[in-house]
């Protein structure tokens, strides 16, 4: 059984830093693309990032480029999100995913965390 | 850039009931990139259809997908009280990865 376990999470000041973790299990974590979604509350989904399975291919939502940084650990399954200039409107719960259709063509995240809140206010 | 615009934005209806739930993107897109999810509250969402058609795994066949193009529908046919949550479809571009919708909200006349 897939099992994608986000932690790091808390309050934090604007301007401030955040580090979320994803712990993966269930699959063959190195050889997928994975990605973090956001849910601001009382909105939809909202994609931030994602990174290839051998990290080589990075994407960003553009209202995060420069501020926050994904990345991987294959070693041990760990997915990353490194938040720096956090703001107000980056307050939201923070999904880690699991993407597919890259090789397809037929995309979907068919995967989700239980999400960790991450909350911007002074 | 894809727009994906949802409606209605809420229904009510009663357990027994088949309801349609309409996405329409603002341009034409792939099916196969055309998914719908369901959200109850406190939880992640939870992939349903996939591919504009194709049921996720353990998705029962009350739950179909259908359309092309701009057009594309979620049909759940006889309402479970399980089944009354929030249902958002989602785009994949490879310019702007995932979009969403902003929802519909199945609520319990």
Redesign the interface.
Known sequence: EVQLVESGGGLVRPGGSLRLSCAASGFTFSTFTMSWVRQAPGKGPEWVASMKEDGDEISYLDSVKGRFTISRDNAVNSLYLQMNSLRDEDTAVYYCTRPRGYASGIYRLDSWGQGALVTVSS | EIVLTQSPGTLSLSPGEGVTLSCRASHSV?S??L?W?QQKPG?????LI??AS?R?TGIPDRFSGSGSGTDFILTISRLEPDDFAVY?C?H?GSSQ???????TKLEIK
């Open positions: 792939d196969n990139s998914a999810y939880q992640a969402p939870r992939l996939f591919a194709a996720a958002y989602q994949f990865g995932y979009t969403f919708g902003q929802g």
